[in-house]
């Protein structure tokens, strides 16, 4: 099992200015390098303090030359927002630049603030996206971009410098929702999902893909999904359970605010219909009862509570890879470096010697 960081770049409720929290961001990812970390991964989020990376691709190239071991992943390029032709150039080029420890991560956006603001109709983003993944993962392979399509109509062009790899078997891709679970399949991507309620009920999308998956790409082996949690770890049980709550829960009113989950627009949106379902349950359960059962189903604890979670999640999804969120919410910096010390020296070594044990609820 590997373990990878997924950065936010938020400055959400923080006593920083935006220039001193990158700097932080960049600390923490070079320390990541530094203690083992598998994987770093970043947002791609645009026009608030939620999310300030409107181009991880940009960001993970000046980390390739500060960084030695750790693998490098935009976490997600947001596909309607984005030029294929662009996607593919800059892809080809950090791969350059981090040879050998480059994947991509591809989503379509939730954020209908962010989507007037890229002068985008949420309701092509299924289209758009699928349009656009094949056309960058045929770029990739061939080194030549084109494409006749309904929305993107390019010529016949040479990526150069020329891609050195494709991306098909490095493919990950944002599935939050039935409709992303089974594009995810289709184009061969693995799973990447944040955690949002009790593990139970995550098992069948999880299986939904799978078998998708194994459809779709005969003679590949499923990968195993990536689960993402906004964690916490601390030596003391209870004050991380204390910091939990204050700051997981403060995470889950931006996540409320940003995506403004409190709306009816979802029903109304094509191919965002499920998530209206999702809005319309934490309105029955009311903003106290679904922000606890958020924080509960995230991974926080001692390193060896975290250690015993991730056992558990093994014996009920099978095979996973974590990917954690250390720092958000207008969390002190202090706390999410002890989150990453803790993570690097005591759950690392720990969850890589973890034996995969036949899954079943």
Same mark, same amino acid.
């Given at each position: 099992?590997?373990?990878?960081?997924?950065?936010?770049?938020?400055?959400?409720?923080? $006593?920083? !200015? !935006?220039y001193?929290t990158?700097?932080?961001?960049?600390?923490?990812a070079?320390?990541?390098?530094?203690?083992?970390?598998?994987?770093?991964?970043?947002?791609?989020?645009?026009?608030?303090a939620?999310?300030?990376?409107?181009?991880?691709m940009?960001?993970?190239?000046?980390?390739?030359?500060?960084?030695?071991n750790?693998?490098?992943?935009?976490?997600?390029?947001?596909?309607?927002?984005?030029?294929?032709?662009?996607?593919?150039?800059?892809?080809?080029?950090l791969? #350059?630049?981090?040879?050998?420890?480059?994947?991509?991560?591809v989503?379509?956006?939730l954020?209908?603030?962010?989507?007037?603001?890229?002068?985008?109709?949420?309701?092509?983003?299924?289209?758009?996206?699928?349009?656009?993944?094949?056309?960058?993962?045929?770029?990739?392979?061939?080194?030549?971009?084109?494409?006749?399509?309904?929305? *993107?109509?390019?010529?016949?062009?040479?990526?150069?410098?020329?891609?050195?790899?494709?991306?098909?078997?490095?493919?990950?891709?944002?599935?939050?929702?039935?409709?992303?679970?089974?594009?995810?399949?289709?184009?061969?991507?693995?799973?990447?999902?944040?955690?949002?309620?009790?593990i139970?009920?995550?098992?069948?999308?999880? =299986?939904?893909?799978?078998?998708?998956?194994?459809?779709?790409?005969p003679g590949?082996?499923v990968?195993?999904?990536?689960?993402t949690?906004?964690?916490?770890?601390?030596? !003391?049980?209870?004050?991380?359970?204390?910091?939990?709550?204050? *700051?997981?829960?403060?995470?889950?009113?931006?996540?409320?605010? @940003?995506?403004?989950?409190?709306?009816? @627009?979802?029903?109304?949106?094509?191919? *965002?219909?499920?998530?209206?379902?999702?809005?319309d349950?934490?309105?029955?359960?009311?903003?106290?009862?679904? /922000?606890t059962?958020?924080?509960?189903?995230?991974?926080?604890?001692?390193?060896e509570?975290?250690?015993?979670? #991730?056992?558990?999640?093994?014996?009920?999804?099978? $095979?996973? =890879?974590?990917l954690?969120?250390?720092s #958000?919410?207008?969390?002190p910096?202090?706390?999410? /470096?002890?989150?990453?010390?803790?993570?690097?020296?005591?759950?690392?070594?720990a969850?890589?010697?973890?034996?995969?044990?036949?899954?079943?609820?």
């Amino acid at each position: 099992m590997k373990l990878g960081l997924l950065q936010v770049m938020q400055n959400w409720h923080k $006593d920083l !200015d !935006d220039y001193q929290t990158w700097q932080y961001e960049i600390g923490m990812a070079l320390e990541a390098d530094r203690l083992g970390f598998d994987s770093l991964w970043c947002v791609e989020h645009h026009f608030e303090a939620y999310g300030m990376c409107g181009d991880n691709m940009q960001y993970l190239s000046y980390l390739a030359g500060l960084t030695k071991n750790i693998r490098l992943v935009p976490g997600a390029v947001i596909l309607p927002w984005n030029d294929p032709l662009r996607v593919i150039e800059k892809m080809a080029m950090l791969e #350059y630049v981090a040879p050998g420890r480059v994947a991509l991560g591809v989503g379509r956006g939730l954020s209908r603030k962010e989507y007037r603001g890229m002068r985008q109709d949420m309701n092509e983003s299924r289209e758009r996206f699928d349009e656009a993944i094949e056309m960058i993962l045929r770029g990739l392979d061939t080194g030549i971009a084109e494409n006749d399509g309904a929305f *993107y109509r390019q010529p016949r062009v040479e990526i150069r410098p020329r891609p050195r790899k494709g991306y098909r078997d490095s493919l990950f891709c944002v599935a939050m929702s039935p409709d992303s679970q089974m594009a995810a399949a289709r184009c061969g991507a693995t799973m990447m999902t944040f955690i949002q309620h009790a593990i139970e009920n995550h098992v069948p999308g999880i =299986e939904a893909w799978r078998e998708e998956f194994a459809k779709h790409n005969p003679g590949r082996a499923v990968p195993a999904p990536k689960l993402t949690d906004v964690t916490l770890c601390h030596e !003391d049980p209870e004050e991380a359970e204390r910091l939990a709550h204050q *700051y997981i829960g403060a995470h889950f009113s931006s996540v409320m605010e @940003h995506y403004d989950f409190a709306g009816d @627009h979802f029903k109304d949106t094509k191919g *965002y219909e499920a998530y209206q379902q999702g809005a319309d349950l934490i309105k029955a359960a009311g903003l106290d009862g679904a /922000r606890t059962a958020y924080i509960n189903a995230q991974n926080w604890g001692t390193p060896e509570q975290i250690i015993e979670k #991730y056992r558990e999640r093994q014996r009920i999804v099978g $095979d996973f =890879e974590p990917l954690i969120v250390l720092s #958000y919410a207008g969390m002190p910096d202090d706390v999410a /470096r002890n989150s990453l010390r803790l993570f690097g020296e005591k759950v690392i070594p720990a969850i890589s010697k973890m034996q995969l044990e036949p899954a079943g609820v």
